[in-house]
């Protein structure tokens, strides 16, 4: 069915005055009579095709082109015979001879060069398209260089050099001259960024140089080699409603690589910062890093230091947070002091070897609190726990007491009950979680229950979306060895069923 259809669209388009000539398997199809192609606007063709000498289209506005080969002179007796093209889009092709007559193009707004081996073209040929507003290199594995002359584009509004894995030189001054640029997207290619502005005639750009388009940029996905380059005071995020995502230039551990995966095959991305070995200090100064805390919708933060409770970062509780995950912060003990409005859109909570964590949100002064004032992570969804050697729970559920004779007397009724107190889960903050559908917890030194239910009622939902062959436990002490059915749900028997 889905052949039918798009075979039916290709001949009604093929029929438009404006003229379409479109093939998804040219190789097999090749070419029609030369002498037909005078009315056609738009061409797009697919498949291993030799993209001949003497192919004339003056009045085609639009060429593209996928796994083809340009053969001698096609290049560029095309650009002449075709000045009025607007989009030129050449993926994954080869070209035999030069390409120094794109010159000739001075309507071309978009150039894609995707994937392409264009190595015979010459950089001043980019500088002369003074109409160029998107410009792609993605995929250009060969590119060393980012040619000079594109800092001539006055028009451009996008650049795009992602995967363009040995691009190593980016001279200073080009980022600058860009003055109308809103989106760039560096991700796995350049990486050699000088620290500072970078002034120096023969020096590589900066994060600075970058940064002083912000007012205008919409969108920036880059690799840093450390966040040490957001630092500088010089550094100022001028747009609040920017869209980014930028990490470091290797990342350890999985959850790096896959969100770099999903920058790399979309445009479609949220804001996401990865921060690796640093210091909160130093991050808490800067007003471009704040920002971006402020405004991101995953963060990874691995090996940061000297921050006790995350909303430190953010006082006003990561509102637009959807993925957080946190790796070998030393000093972290919690998320935050239990108070309502904080992650209130957090999805996914991925936390492992913070050796001083020891519970996810602290009651501390909040012990008399209404549930209702606590924390709701009412879209947590996922939840991961690791290597959390001193973790006793989400919180505490010992601190609720406030002095020894209440808490001596509440703590008999509460095991006469059969009620446990050591819970990952303790049953005041069972009500948090009503979207919470899979757990993992994987080694974990933790003596006691995991969900404490007991002093719900029958009737009241419990994480009515987990997911039980979703729970997942890996070598966790004596909750391994005792009975999962009491021991990890302290639950009515209605539960258990």
């Not at 639009?62 to 053969?71: D, I, K, P």
């Not at 500088?127 to 792609?136: A, F, T, V, Y």
């Not at 050591?422 to 009500?431: L, N």
């Not at 436990?473 to 909750?479: A, N, R």
Request: glycine share 6%; net charge negative; hydrophobic share 40%.
């Amino acid at each position: 069915m889905h052949d039918v259809v798009r075979d039916v669209a290709i001949w009604i388009a093929s029929r438009d005055p404006h003229g379409f000539f479109i093939r998804s398997d040219a190789e097999n199809k090749g070419w029609p009579n030369l002498a037909t192609y005078d009315h056609y606007t738009t061409i797009s063709l697919v498949g291993d095709l030799e993209i001949q000498d003497g192919l004339k289209c003056p009045k085609l506005e639009l060429l593209q082109t996928m796994e083809g080969l340009f053969s001698e002179g096609s290049m560029d007796n095309i650009c002449k015979a075709m000045k009025e093209l607007k989009v030129l889009a050449l993926v994954q092709m080869k070209n035999r001879g030069s390409s120094s007559s794109l010159g000739l193009l001075k309507n071309l707004r978009t150039l894609t060069l995707n994937g392409s081996k264009f190595d015979g073209m010459s950089t001043d040929v980019i500088g002369s398209l003074e109409n160029l507003e998107i410009l792609s290199f993605r995929d250009c594995r060969s590119m060393r260089e980012l040619p000079r002359e594109i800092g001539r584009l006055k028009q451009l509004r996008l650049l795009d050099t992602t995967n363009c894995w040995h691009l190593e030189v980016i001279p200073h001054g080009i980022f600058s001259s860009l003055c109308r640029l809103e989106e760039l997207y560096m991700l796995n290619s350049f990486h050699k960024w000088e620290i500072g502005t970078g002034r120096e005639e023969k020096g590589m750009a900066s994060i600075s140089e970058v940064m002083s388009l912000s007012h205008h940029l919409k969108v920036l996905s880059i690799e840093i080699p450390s966040v040490i380059h957001l630092l500088p005071k010089d550094i100022v995020l001028k747009s609040p409603t920017i869209r980014f995502g930028i990490c470091p230039t290797v990342g350890r551990w999985t959850a790096a690589e896959a969100f770099k995966e999903s920058l790399r095959t979309t445009y479609a991305f949220e804001n996401c910062l990865m921060i690796e070995k640093s210091d909160a200090r130093e991050l808490e100064e800067s007003q471009a890093v704040g920002l971006l805390l402020k405004k991101s919708k995953k963060l990874y933060l691995w090996e940061v230091k000297n921050f006790s409770v995350l909303t430190d970062l953010d006082k006003e509780g990561f509102q637009d947070l959807k993925d957080l995950n946190l790796w070998k912060c030393p000093n972290i003990e919690y998320l935050a002091n239990g108070t309502s409005g904080f992650f209130s859109v957090l999805t996914d909570l991925n936390i492992g070897g913070c050796d001083q964590m020891e519970e996810i949100v602290s009651m501390q002064g909040r012990e008399h609190e209404e549930e209702a004032d606590m924390i709701p992570f009412h879209k947590l969804t996922n939840l991961s726990l690791s290597d959390l050697p001193r973790l006793v729970g989400f919180f505490q559920a010992k601190k609720l007491y406030s002095n020894q004779e209440e808490e001596t007397t509440a703590r008999v009724e509460h095991q006469s009950a059969g009620i446990f107190e050591k819970a990952i889960f303790p049953s005041k903050c069972i009500s948090w979680f009503p979207s919470l559908e899979e757990v993992q917890l994987k080694n974990m030194n933790f003596e006691g229950v995991l969900f404490d239910l007991k002093i719900h009622g029958q009737t009241t939902p419990i994480f009515p979306q987990l997911r039980l062959p979703k729970f997942e436990i890996f070598e966790i002490g004596t909750l391994l060895s005792s009975r999962i059915c009491v021991l990890a749900f302290n639950c009515p028997r209605t539960f258990e069923s």
